[in-house]
């Protein structure tokens, strides 16, 4: 470090007191400073940021503690540039689940509690709302106006109807959600007096407003169960069939938490989910909501963080980053479709929102809801281990029955045509009666494979080992896992031929077969590609609602938490991509997306049907949900994940490494293991380093070390000091390299 100019010895002895401050940085540990320039250590609380001198650069740490010696001699302690906040930034519940977070996921304290951060704060942005927070209500005109008089105005009507279910009126994150062009219908509004602003509610308390549905025995029973642990934790796992009624009970629950003036934290596992619940949520509760995610900007996620932590948002809704927000009166936390992989983090801090969500939950004595049609069998085993209460949701609300499933053997279908003949029947017969229908392919663009029909050579990716897609649109072949882009090939590079064909069928190649065979469908497609644009998913999800989509395509987007009621009937293209996955999960991966999407169909007044395309109508896996349905699936899951010794009867590390070459990989993980010989516990096993099933990615080599071991104690027992030797290892400099904790893939 740098050293500081000489001072006289009273004025260092006046310095009696060290900040130990959390910079973010790769190194596992903090740094001490001294308090900067006429500013006593004592009035500085943890918890608040500093800017620091780091290196030849400044950077915006955290106070973690205060301490009255340092290992650091007086003249190499650096003194800290300036306080940000006059009062901690982060509670103390928060700083302590944050601490703990590191420790168990064996990641710099430093990135830790920048993870954590709107990017606002993390650059030194002041703590504090852009402006002061006002929502739009109905003026007393407004509140005259017949809706059913603008049924020629459907953007006026959903918003003027929003408005007219919250008396203290909506924020622009709300209505965002409404619409992607709410300014403009609002300035429309406003100029016809029918909407004024105010003041946003202070408080996050509401009053209940009562039921506009009439709750089933099952539903009444899970919401008084969980209700009769407030205030104290408890671990619920809501396990209800698709369309049996799960948000209604989040909902009431949502609203008795605030009802008692506490606040609810509810996790989703996509962007896309978001604007369908906070609709929910709005048009329920009265009362202040923040939503976080990705999808927003700086200031926006600024705003809503403050209002999660000053007690102003009743409830929050978010993605995964959400469950660090720190709250000022916890008293629910949700999880919905907590099966989901999204909730792990695969890059920096590796953490999974869902199990961090459970440690929030004990520490805050608050009673956690982890709900889904299919648990993942970490929950189920937590329910066979009695560490969770099982709540069961068995049937759909209503008179909605569930959806019958058939299976199309591809095999006896014309080869090459990416819809079989029964599925475009079935297709033409549900649009003639007025209905909706979804196909569910699990690949973007146009084509996966783009073969020379002469040599069967393949137009692969450059920097990876992976396939070029063909994407309609551009004409251009793109890789989905870097990002490269080129045109396509006039000639095989092997034999010369020009004669590449596309193989295979994506999102984009699905529509346009569909559309040649129903010329007159309305076809909307929904994928990563054609809802880049902020705004565009919403606006898609009113098309569907509004009746002016005949058959959606999509991917993972359209597979769990959207309500569909006039879709009946569901297509499963590409059944086959994961009954023979190299993970050991890709059995149940599939087995909970088939079942989700299956979800999709049926959930309105008329019956529902899913058709499943595969080459392989016998495998065991099909034939069990088909028949026994994801219950049974998942007790046989978890007896071979019991006799082969896998998670969750297990616990894994995962150690990657990445380099411009393989052999700088193996010499830095042979290196790692030589050490876990040494220093772990001699029960752990110890399994490669092998390569990854991709071996190279965006031009660079990857390759793994897996850690295993019966119980989780011997898991983390010595990684820290076993992390700290590999850091300074010589070749640690040649590579890149990562623990994953808990690992959801293990390539």
Not at 250 to 273: C, D, F, H, K, N
Not at 369 to 379: D, M, N, Q, R, Y
Not at 696 to 717: F, K, P, S, V
Request: glycine letters at 6%; a positive charge; hydrophobic letters at 40%.
């Amino acid at each position: 470090m740098q050293k500081r100019k000489h001072e006289p010895r009273s004025r260092v002895n006046d310095r009696l007191t060290i900040l130990r401050i959390a910079v973010p940085s790769p190194l596992r540990m903090s740094f001490d400073y001294w308090p900067p320039a006429g500013i006593s250590a004592n009035s500085i609380r943890p918890g608040v940021r500093l800017r620091i001198p780091f290196g030849r650069s400044t950077r915006i740490g955290i106070l973690l503690a205060r301490a009255s010696h340092s290992e650091l001699a007086p003249s190499r302690i650096k003194t800290a540039l300036e306080v940000l906040d006059s009062e901690p930034l982060l509670p103390r519940e928060s700083l302590d689940f944050l601490l703990w977070t590191s420790r168990y996921y064996h990641h710099p304290i430093g990135e830790t509690l920048h993870t954590a951060l709107p990017v606002a704060l993390r650059r030194g942005a002041p703590a504090t709302h852009s402006k002061p927070i006002f929502n739009w209500r109905l003026s007393p005109a407004g509140e005259a106006v017949d809706l059913a008089t603008l049924r020629r105005a459907p953007r006026q009507q959903t918003i003027m109807q929003a408005l007219h279910s919250c008396p203290g009126g909506l924020g622009e994150t709300t209505l965002r959600s409404l619409h992607k062009d709410w300014r403009t219908v609002l300035r429309s509004l406003h100029k016809n007096a029918w909407i004024e602003r105010c003041e946003a509610p202070p408080a996050a308390t509401a009053k209940p407003t009562g039921r506009s549905w009439q709750p089933s025995a099952a539903q009444q029973q899970a919401i008084e169960t969980v209700d009769a642990h407030r205030g104290r934790f408890q671990a619920y796992l809501l396990e209800g069939v698709t369309g049996s009624g799960k948000t209604e009970v989040y909902l009431e629950l949502a609203e008795r938490t605030i009802a008692a003036g506490r606040q609810a934290l509810i996790l989703v596992p996509e962007i896309g989910l978001s604007p369908q619940m906070i609709a929910r949520y709005r048009q329920r509760l009265q009362a202040p909501l923040a939503v976080l995610h990705s999808g927003l900007n700086e200031r926006e996620r600024l705003d809503g963080w403050l209002a999660a932590r000053d007690g102003k948002a009743a409830v929050v809704i978010g993605t995964r980053s959400a469950v660090f927000v720190p709250l000022a009166r916890p008293g629910l936390f949700i999880v919905d479709e907590e099966h989901d992989p999204s909730y792990k983090q695969q890059d920096g801090l590796r953490y999974s929102a869902r199990d961090l969500a459970m440690v929030r939950a004990r520490n805050t004595a608050t009673p956690i809801v982890l709900g889904s049609a299919t648990p993942s069998l970490e929950s189920l085993r937590n329910v066979e281990a009695g560490r969770y209460e099982r709540l069961l949701l068995p049937a759909r609300v209503g008179d909605a029955r569930p959806p019958g499933t058939s299976i199309i053997d591809l095999r006896k279908q014309p080869p090459h045509a990416p819809l079989a003949p029964p599925l475009l029947n079935a297709v033409e017969s549900c649009l003639k009666r007025g209905e909706q229908a979804l196909l569910f392919v699990n690949r973007r663009g146009y084509a996966p494979v783009y073969l020379c029909h002469n040599c069967g050579a393949i137009s692969d990716c450059p920097r990876c080992d992976a396939h070029m897609v063909l994407h309609q649109k551009s004409g251009r072949l793109r890789c989905h896992h870097c990002g490269t882009e080129q045109a396509p090939p006039g000639k095989c590079p092997a034999c010369g031929a020009a004669s590449f064909v596309p193989v295979g069928a994506g999102t984009q190649r699905i529509s346009t077969a569909l559309q040649e065979h129903l010329p007159e469908a309305r076809i909307l497609r929904i994928d990563r590609d054609s809802t880049r644009r902020k705004g565009a998913m919403e606006s898609a999800l009113q098309q569907v609602h509004a009746g002016k989509v005949d058959i959606l395509v999509g991917t993972q987007m359209l597979a769990k938490g959207h309500h569909f009621p006039k879709v009946t009937l569901v297509g499963i293209l590409d059944a086959d991509g994961g009954l023979f996955g190299t993970d050991f999960r890709a059995s149940e991966r599939l087995a909970q997306l088939i079942v989700q999407v299956s979800g999709r169909a049926g959930r309105g007044e008329h019956p529902g049907q899913v058709y499943i395309q595969t080459h392989h109508p016998d495998h065991p896996l099909l034939q069990a949900l088909v028949e026994k349905g994801y219950r049974n699936f998942s007790e046989a899951a978890l007896r071979e994940r019991r006799e082969a010794a896998l998670p969750p009867y297990s616990w894994l590390a995962l150690l990657r490494a990445e380099a411009p070459t393989q052999e700088a990989n193996f010499n830095f993980l042979e290196a790692a293991r030589r050490l876990a010989e040494k220093m772990l516990d001699s029960k752990m096993l110890l399994l490669g380093p092998v390569a990854a099933v991709m071996e190279r990615r965006r031009g660079r080599y990857r390759a793994r070390l897996l850690l295993q071991a019966e119980n989780r104690d011997t898991m983390h027992l010595g990684l820290d000091p076993w992390l700290k030797k590999l850091q300074t290892h010589k070749s640690a400099r040649r590579v890149r390299w990562s623990l994953d904790i808990d690992p959801v893939e293990v390539d």
